[in-house]
């Protein structure tokens, strides 16, 4: 009986440790830079490594400008009508009813400056909504509380799980990348266009990488798409941005951008793995 049940134990070990090994025969054994992750007492964007997170940080810019300047020219009118019109000073108010030109000068600025932010806003959205052919094809499932992604002409398929704090030195992270390294890492050649095909297994997940300037709803039972195209080889960090369930802050995204030759040697491995 003793040594039956040390056969099982054994072989269990063995399984665990051959599956821990297959699992990390699909990652890339190349030193990257970190590059999206967020940073302490952190207040502006990650560094932008796509043309579509350059353009949403260019037009998040304008509109601060934009709205800081409203901010203060009604401030500043606000502080001057209570000084000029309190009681104090005019104890007998204005009997006057309208100003048309008053009127038609805040009916007409608003438009004017509605209609220049959509002149610029416009084309960074249709950009990013306008899907191109892409050179990568993968579908993403969201699961409560995973991810699942599948090379779609490759045949390579797997999920990807948080790692846990002490597993994080095996899988070559630091300690502050807790909630956001995964065991299974997306691998992608830096300069290609990326498109990603989302959806959901159970319920409404989001898949968002700041530094690709990407966010995305996986609905179940629809497919949605986003693309990009990462300009630098690096580690790029992502969460999932919507309310899944308890454990929606345990289901990170990581993604590794590498050049050409390490992407083909990982496919022909990943292949392997999946038995293609």
């Not at 304008?62 to 709205?67: A, E, P, R, T, V």
């Not at 606000?78 to 309208?98: A, D, E, L």
């Not at 969460?239 to 496919?267: N, R």
């Amino acid at each position: 009986m003793r040594v039956s049940n040390f056969a099982k134990t054994a072989w269990t070990t063995m399984g665990l440790i051959l599956a821990g090994a297959a699992a990390r025969a699909q990652d890339v054994n190349v030193e990257l830079p970190v590059i999206g992750a967020p940073h302490a007492n952190g207040i502006s964007f990650q560094e932008a490594v796509t043309s579509i997170a350059r353009d949403v940080h260019w037009l998040d810019g304008m509109l601060l400008w934009i709205i800081t300047a409203i901010v203060l020219f009604v401030s500043g009118l606000m502080i001057w009508t209570f000084w000029k019109f309190n009681h104090k000073t005019n104890p007998k108010p204005s009997g006057f009813t309208h100003n048309s030109p008053l009127e038609i000068t805040w009916t007409v600025v608003p438009i004017v400056i509605l209609v220049f932010i959509g002149a610029f806003s416009l084309p960074v959205l249709f950009n990013q909504q306008e899907i191109p052919e892409g050179d990568i094809t993968i579908k993403v499932t969201g699961y409560q509380w995973y991810w699942g992604y599948e090379y779609v002409d490759e045949g390579v398929a797997f999920e990807s799980f948080m790692l846990a704090p002490e597993e994080l030195a095996d899988f070559g992270y630091t300690d502050d990348l807790y909630k956001l390294a995964t065991d299974q890492a997306i691998i992608l050649p830096v300069g290609k266009t990326i498109v990603m095909q989302l959806t959901g297994a159970d319920v409404i997940h989001s898949w968002t990488v700041p530094a690709f300037g990407v966010k995305q709803d996986a609905v179940p039972g629809r497919l949605a798409q986003l693309w990009f195209n990462a300009e630098k080889e690096g580690i790029y960090f992502g969460q999932c941005s919507e309310l899944c369930g308890k454990d929606h802050a345990f289901m990170p995204i990581t993604v590794k951008v590498v050049s050409q030759e390490v992407y083909d040697a990982w496919l022909v491995e990943a292949k392997v793995q999946n038995g293609v």
